[in-house]
């Protein structure tokens, strides 16, 4: 984070145990307003448990969380996501039956009782999405890319100051990653700050301001893309010196 910059997400020994295993020990983590960071790391390192903390969908064994300021231990999903945290989930589940429009209308209603008022939200979104051209489907019939887009279209459907985004680019071809590439830069851009887990390295090291590296739960980096991509402790636990020195494999 830059000095000066205000801290939205401030978190402090952030813990979560599941029985024998420690999942997340002792993190600290800060994101500013307007950042986009970059959450990398193994598979098992801890990451959707973090997000799952962050959202409300865990409780914390330790730790404190504050996001606008405001402690968010015990609140639940909901009332979080009222303040302005949303999240997508690394497994898309949209409404099958509904179509894309209603899907992301139901989201809006978070921030627009009235249903008119949603509607016109939800249509909003699905342009800036670009599946405007598919509301009227049903949300069965749309591809893997188009349903992660979906997925996203309904986190930002409930207005969001902190955008959590977990793997929204899993699963999706080279000409996919980069369209999802432009349009969460084009998010970030907008005013919403973003909180990215991604495997795709190329996608989260152009993306990110910032990168914190999990390994086994524990924080082993943090720093800029640059910095972090070369930290021998990451490349042991993480991205391999075939990432660092391509040519050389």
């Known amino acids: 984070m830059e000095d000066g910059a205000l801290s939205l997400l401030e978190v402090r020994g952030l813990s979560k145990r599941f029985g024998g295993l420690l999942a997340v020990e002792g993190l600290d983590l800060t994101v500013a307003d307007g950042e986009m960071v970059g959450l990398i790391g193994p598979n098992g390192a801890g990451k959707t448990t973090v997000f799952n903390l962050l959202s409300g969908f865990l409780a914390p064994d330790a730790g404190e969380i504050r996001f606008r300021e405001r402690r968010l231990g015990g609140l639940k999903p909901h009332d979080i996501c009222r303040l302005g945290l949303a999240r997508t989930f690394q497994i898309v589940r949209p409404f099958a039956r509904l179509s894309v429009l209603d899907n992301v209308k139901v989201a809006a209603l978070a921030r627009h009782p009235a249903m008119?008022?949603?509607?016109?939200?939800?249509?909003?979104?699905?342009?800036?999405?670009?599946?405007?051209?598919?509301?009227?489907?049903?949300?069965?019939?749309l591809t893997l890319a188009d349903r992660k887009r979906l997925e996203l279209a309904r986190a930002l459907a409930t207005e969001p100051t902190l955008l959590l985004l977990d793997e929204v680019m899993a699963g999706l071809n080279a000409?996919?990653?980069?369209?999802?590439?432009?349009?969460?830069?084009?998010?970030?851009?907008?005013?919403?700050?973003?909180?990215?887990?991604e495997h795709n390295m190329r996608a989260v090291m152009s993306l990110s301001?910032?990168?914190?590296?999990?390994?086994?739960?524990?924080?082993?980096?943090?720093g800029t893309p640059r910095a972090v991509a070369t930290d021998r402790r990451v490349i042991e636990a993480y991205l391999g010196d075939e990432y660092v020195h391509p040519a050389a494999h």
Not at 119 to 137: P, T
Not at 176 to 191: D, F
Request: hydrophobic fraction near 60%; glycine fraction near 6%; aromatic fraction near 2%.
């Open 209 to 222: 301001h910032r990168i914190i590296v999990l390994s086994f739960g524990e924080k082993i980096a943090e």
């Open 175 to 197: 000409t996919e990653i980069e369209a999802m590439v432009r349009l969460i830069g084009a998010i970030n851009a907008g005013g919403i700050s973003v909180l990215l887990i």
């Open 116 to 141: 008119a008022d949603a509607l016109a939200a939800a249509r909003a979104v699905l342009e800036r999405v670009a599946l405007v051209d598919r509301a009227s489907e049903l949300a069965s019939s």
